[in-house]
């Protein structure tokens, strides 16, 4: 069975870079018909696509937080992450990992991680 | 337009039917996926496509699309459907996301 876990800070400063993991686990990172994708959910709010990366380092992102975003994969480690610098207030949210399936046309998000907070606060 | 417009909130009879919809212009083109949401948990797949379901959800969930819109139909809607509901495309890019605003249901 597929699992996703995100990983790193709680609590990151103002303007400083906000960086997470998720750790795939029960399937490989380096999958042809898959994406690795970062949603993010302020408190009380919907969900916000930031981007997804593919295991051979093409990434997509969210063209609001384009400037200030930075994704990657780490194959060896069946891992991928998340960068997001300059960060503010506006950044706190429930940031949550998942895997972008990509089969046939069709593109759905069929695994997510928990979720973990991180919030902007000094 | 990328954006995707659903009802903020919706509520439903025990055992009634209801359907969440979702409009936008990228629907035209791309099928939707519909995601429940219930408080304190993760987003999961419930329909995808023209007719995918994910395993272990049950066929009263269904989804359907015409011209802009996409549905997501419950049928005999229970206790335990009372969640949060988005729809997600692909945007005019086809390589972005773009999700709905989200829709509380209510089971009375």
């Known amino acids: 069975q597929l699992q996703l876990q995100e990983s790193g800070p709680g609590l990151v400063k103002p303007s400083e870079t906000l960086s997470l993991t998720c750790s795939v686990s029960g399937a490989s990172i380096s999958s042809t018909s898959n994406y690795w994708a970062w949603i993010r959910q302020p408190p009380g709010k919907g969900l916000e696509w930031i981007g997804h990366?593919?295991?051979?380092?093409?990434?997509f992102y969210n063209p609001s937080l384009k400037s200030r975003l930075t994704m990657s994969v780490d194959t060896s480690k069946n891992q991928f992450s998340l960068r997001l610098s300059s960060v503010t207030a506006a950044d706190t949210s429930l940031y949550f990992c998942?895997?972008?399936?990509?089969?046939?046309?069709?593109?759905?998000?069929?695994?997510w991680g928990p979720g973990i907070l991180v919030t902007v606060s000094s | 337009s990328s954006e995707l417009t659903q009802d903020p909130a919706v509520s439903v009879a025990l055992g009634q039917t209801v359907r969440i919809t979702c409009q936008g212009d990228?629907?035209?083109?791309?099928?939707a996926s519909w995601y429940q949401q219930k408080p304190g948990q993760a987003p999961s797949l419930v329909f995808y496509?023209?007719?995918g379901r994910p395993s272990g959800i049950p066929d009263r969930i269904s989804g359907s699309r015409s011209g802009n819109t996409a549905s997501l139909t419950i049928t005999g809607a229970q206790a335990e459907d009372e969640a949060d509901y988005y729809c997600?495309?692909?945007?005019?890019?086809?390589?972005?996301?773009?999700f709905g605003g989200g829709t509380k249901l209510t089971v009375l």
């Open positions: 496509g023209k007719n």
């Open positions: 998942a895997r972008l399936d990509d089969v046939a046309a069709l593109f759905y998000f069929d695994y």
């Open positions: 997600k495309s692909r945007d005019s890019n086809g390589n972005h996301v773009t």
């Open positions: 990228t629907l035209r083109n791309f099928y």
């Open positions: 990366v593919y295991y051979r380092g093409s990434t």
